[in-house]
């Protein structure tokens, strides 16, 4: 069956460490991969897209990779702040309409 | 500013009743969608609208029902056939269908069962 997953534990950081996500998913080939921030009880905000053909991308202290051998992306950020704790969704685009998401994963960043 | 509105941000439903939930997009965005998200899940795909006056059921539209005679708007129906609707419903948008790449999102409504 196709799967996403994301870490569904809590990943807790001190505030200026950086901060690592991984989004692993089975039986897709996606065009390419999203990362969305989510605020409790907000809808979610794209931070990142990244094709099947390029390995890394940056913007600012994000940085997304995509290694479709291993069917993974790692999402981090780097100096990390109290204000970057959200949950981090992980989408993949399969093509036409479909958008899949992962169940995100919580980012606490203490002080 | 442009954006998605979505509206009521919290609403309650009555056993037997059907609600509906608003959804307004001032980016004059061709495509629009309805996700549900509960804990611990992915958002789901109910149903989706490529251009006005058509529109086409996700992955779990049972008990589910939408209009799109508006470029702007996009109101979701949860009928009294959804037994389960307790969840958050969240509006999208992108500009077309063929560059659905980034999705805009909606600030969400909560629908809970009294």
């Known amino acids: 069956s196709q799967k996403i997953e994301q870490n569904s534990e809590a990943l807790n950081i001190q505030e200026g460490k950086t901060a690592t996500l991984t989004c692993n998913y089975t039986?897709?080939?996606?065009?390419?991969l999203q990362w969305y921030r989510q605020d409790p009880g907000r809808g979610p905000v794209f931070l990142l897209l990244i094709r099947e053909n390029e390995k890394e991308k940056r913007k600012e202290r994000l940085k997304v990779t995509f290694d479709t051998t291993l069917k993974q992306s790692l999402f981090h950020i780097t100096a990390s702040q109290p204000a970057d704790s959200a949950t981090y969704l992980c989408?993949?685009?399969?093509?036409?309409?479909?958008?899949?998401f992962g169940a995100g994963t919580r980012l606490f960043v203490k002080a | 500013d442009g954006g998605i509105t979505q509206s009521p941000k919290y609403l309650f439903r009555k056993e037997g009743q059907n609600v509906t939930l608003s959804c307004e997009q001032n980016?004059?965005?061709?495509?629009m969608y309805w996700y549900r998200q509960d804990p611990g899940q992915g958002l789901r795909l109910i149903y989706y609208?490529?251009?006005?006056?058509?529109?086409q059921k996700g992955d779990i539209a049972e008990g589910y029902s939408v209009s799109r005679e508006k470029k702007e708007s996009f109101p979701l129906t949860v009928t009294s056939a959804q037994k389960n609707p307790t969840a958050f419903y969240l509006c999208a948008s992108t500009l077309s269908q063929a560059t659905n790449e980034k999705l805009f999102f909606g600030s969400g409504t909560q629908l809970s069962v009294l």
């Open positions: 989408a993949l685009h399969t093509g036409g309409f479909k958008t899949i």
């Open positions: 609208s490529q251009i006005v006056n058509d529109f």
């Open positions: 980016l004059n965005h061709d495509a």
């Open positions: 039986n897709y080939s996606p065009a390419y």
